[in-house]
């Protein structure tokens, strides 16, 4: 009797250990099978808040995953200081996220369009993926393979809007997601951190027509964002088995201190996200103001030559 007693009480610990790892907020990526199955629940105080974050407003008009609320990726940005694209001020964020419904007690599915490369929309979604985390909501997926994945399940599309009620967001941030200029510069003085670069290889080395001055922050590393995608569908993430040596090959590795930036940030916000919440590697920031910023303080210098493997 004594047996089964402790037998019973085991397989109960269990069960509940499973469920609580069902249910546990957490910040990753989610399958669409997966996603379908949450906005599917019931009771609707337990199903997720689905935000399509797709710049371009008539997209979602063609069509968008049911229950999603449209939020512009770039409503969260503007020019500061004459630097374009910088990130909203908190309060002005704040109200933003709660206009569209974000809040501290639920789950939150992100996702936008994904296609062969150029098309870069999974950076939307990994974007306002950042900036939900950097205001305290611990509770975050994107769906994987976004939009292209979602209908090559054959699930069902809307034309019908959706709009969330006011949100509730966490009574406390999480603003070391993110650096300033200040605290970059005081890193490089210190050579505490390994820095790397998720724009495309060109822009690293100042080969292209964008920037205001051309090349990178010296000492960085490149790694192109795009490296962790699959090649037919940029919105779904390579697992990390299959990740890893490239990482490691590029001296991108679980103990080390990584801080990384792109042009505007949202390059620099995907590569954030795969290196911490799927690889799992526990020190890893983003500098917000990225190269945009950088590239307007003429007297910092810039590099040119490709820094190899650290």
Known sequence: MGKNLALAMSVGFLVIGILGQVGRAEIGVISVEQAYEMIQRADSSQRPIVLDTRGGYKDYFRGHIPQSHHINFDTLRGTDRGVPVQYLPADLTKE????????????????????????????????????????????????????????????????????????????????????????????????KAVLVDARPKNEYLGQDDIWLRKGHIPGAISFHWARLMELENTHKFLDFKSAESQLTAAGLTADKEIIVYC????????????????????????????????????????????????
């Open 96 to 191: 933003l996220l709660n206009r569209a419904g974000v809040h501290r007690d639920r789950t939150h599915l992100i996702y936008a369009t994904g296609a062969a490369l150029p098309n870069d929309e999974i950076l939307s979604a990994s974007m306002v993926a950042y900036v939900l985390e950097k205001y305290g909501v611990q509770d975050i997926r994107i769906v994987d393979g976004g939009l292209p994945a979602w209908q090559h399940a054959k699930l069902p599309i809307t034309q019908e809007y959706f709009g969330n009620p006011p949100g509730l967001l966490p009574e406390v941030d999480s603003l070391d997601v993110g650096i300033s200029i200040e605290e970059l510069l005081e890193i490089q003085k210190n050579s």
């Open 263 to 310: 042009g505007t940030s949202r390059e620099g916000s995907l590569l954030r996200f795969y290196l911490k919440h799927i690889a799992k590697y526990p020190k890893v920031r983003l500098y917000e103001g990225s190269w945009k910023e950088y590239a307007s303080l003429k007297h910092l210098p810039v590099e040119t030559t490709e820094l190899k493997k650290l």
